[in-house]
């Protein structure tokens, strides 16, 4: 964790302390680069790109939210900016298991997205989700993000991160339905 001297200090240009900031957010940033594209070549030049980006700009670091929120904003909006001029797939899922969808009516979301883990139907079914749902799922359930810090990343609203989750798994229901029934409603 990054404590309050150390970004002071790189505010006012200390080389030594701005390179700590970078190396306590290189993890997050890669987990979240490797998420959004499921390969580690991409995620490895999206990671470079964002610490460069964070190293560039951290004298525009405001402090409203914390380090990490701010890195994973700037790797989100590098990728979507990415995607947008690729117009692209957002990420493929096929050798993930960290992607999962539970019909279980019974337990919470949560509970379902963490006891199926390793459903391949959830994983494919996900790479057919919009854009803005496909980054939700991502960093709530595999970045395990609060409804503020992904409201903070993607610079929307709290509640419209609620309901892009809420559709994003109404989606996968609805995708896991028609699968199980052979695509017949």
């Known amino acids: 964790m990054v404590n309050e001297e150390t970004i002071i200090l790189a505010r006012q240009g200390n080389r030594d302390a701005l390179i700590k900031i970078l190396k306590s957010a290189e993890n997050d940033i890669y987990k979240t680069a490797y998420y959004l594209t499921k390969n580690e070549a991409d995620a490895k ?4 790109d964002a ?8 004298a525009t670091y405001q402090g409203q939210a ?10 989100t909006n ?3 900016d990415s995607i947008r001029k690729k117009k692209a797939q957002l990420f493929s899922l096929d050798d993930n298991e960290a992607y999962q969808y539970i019909p279980d009516e019974g337990s919470s979301v949560e509970e379902q997205v963490e006891e199926q883990l390793k459903s391949q139907e959830i994983r494919t079914a996900v790479t057919k ?3 803005q749902y496909k980054v ?11 409804y503020k810090e992904i409201s903070q990343i993607l610079e929307i609203p709290e509640n ?3 309901t892009h989750l809420f559709r994003a798994r109404k989606l996968l229901k609805d995708m896991m339905h ?5 695509g017949v409603s």
Do not use: H
């Open 45 to 48: 030049d999206l990671t470079q």
């Open 51 to 58: 610490l460069l980006r964070v190293y560039q700009k951290f």
């Open 66 to 75: 914390s380090i990490k929120v701010w890195a994973q904003r700037i790797t």
């Open 78 to 80: 590098i990728f979507l």
């Open 129 to 131: 989700l919009p854009e």
């Open 136 to 146: 939700v799922i991502v960093l709530r359930y595999l970045q395990d993000m609060t």
């Open 160 to 162: 419209t991160v609620k």
């Open 178 to 182: 028609n699968s199980m029934c052979g």
